[in-house]
């Protein structure tokens, strides 16, 4: 499977025109897979999360854990090494065969699986206690259905007090502002640009440049924030709790990332 994909990303000839929810497969071709690990720096950014979502999952005393967007394994890892019972799901099988081997370089085994969000429960058996989402890969679902239906599936895999955390690029900043970036906490490795290329309300075109001179670039729909919550709570979620890069107070503009925790169920923290 993966000596057939492509290592060259093609958009076409106009790629500001792609803005569908399956293109992320040709987006993430294995040339790009094989430099992400650079973009994100393992240890830096484990030293700027923390135990941030550790935290979250212990207080609220939730076991088994499905990771929904593995990538290259970073969360799937931190949370094995903490003790979870761990699923490791994603769309893209060059990224999980990535995330299995950095497991394995760790003395960790991933349990993988391919799993395409929008038909999520066909493959991914059993309820979990907390599902994560991370690394702003939401944003990959295009059209408004894709993102009802995933959340439905979501919420559908988890049990009856189960939590979701999902997390997102602060577009309402980036649309309203223009972009900054300090890249403390998500994108730590500083040897690497991430930074936008073009902007409106229905494409967010991130380009990625590498030291070696290797560009690549990623097409997302640039979420805003309040539209996000309201999805969460249309697709059943009871409560949401956002916090801006891992604080729970924060000006609206200055954060990089939000991270919203999802609760199925009330109850008070």
Excluded at 86 to 110: H, I, P, Q
Excluded at 158 to 174: A, F, P, T, V
Aim: glycine share 6%; charged share 30%.
């Amino acid at each position: 499977m993966t000596l057939s994909t492509p290592r060259e990303q093609d958009f076409g000839s106009q790629p500001l025109e792609v803005r569908d929810t399956e293109n992320y497969q040709k987006e993430y071709v294995q040339s790009f897979v094989e430099k992400w690990d650079s973009l994100i720096d393992w240890d830096a950014r484990a030293k700027s999360e923390g135990q941030f979502f550790v935290e979250i999952l212990k207080a609220r005393e939730k076991e088994m854990i499905l990771d929904v967007a593995t990538g290259t394994g970073f969360h799937s890892v931190q949370l094995l090494k903490a003790g979870f019972d761990v699923t490791s799901a994603d769309g893209n099988a060059e990224m999980l065969t990535k995330a299995f081997d950095n497991a394995r370089e760790r003395d960790l085994m991933l349990q993988t699986v391919h799993a395409d969000w929008r038909w999520l429960n066909k493959d991914v058996h059993g309820k979990f206690d907390a599902i994560v989402c991370l690394g702003n890969s939401f944003t990959h679902l295009f059209d408004e259905r894709d993102r009802q239906r995933a959340l439905a599936e979501f919420y559908a895999a988890l049990k009856y007090d189960g939590i979701l955390i999902i997390d997102q690029r602060n577009y309402d900043s980036i649309l309203d502002h223009g972009f900054s970036s300090k890249h403390t906490y998500y994108y730590c490795g500083d040897q690497v640009t991430a930074e936008p290329e073009h902007v409106d309300d229905s494409l967010a075109r991130f380009r990625y440049a590498f030291p070696d001179g290797s560009e690549f670039h990623l097409n997302m729909f640039p979420l805003r924030k309040k539209y996000m919550r309201n999805l969460l709570f249309d697709s059943g979620f009871q409560q949401v709790k956002t916090y801006g890069d891992f604080q729970e107070t924060y000006q609206e503009n200055e954060p990089d990332f939000f991270i919203h925790v999802a609760q199925k169920s009330y109850h008070d923290d």
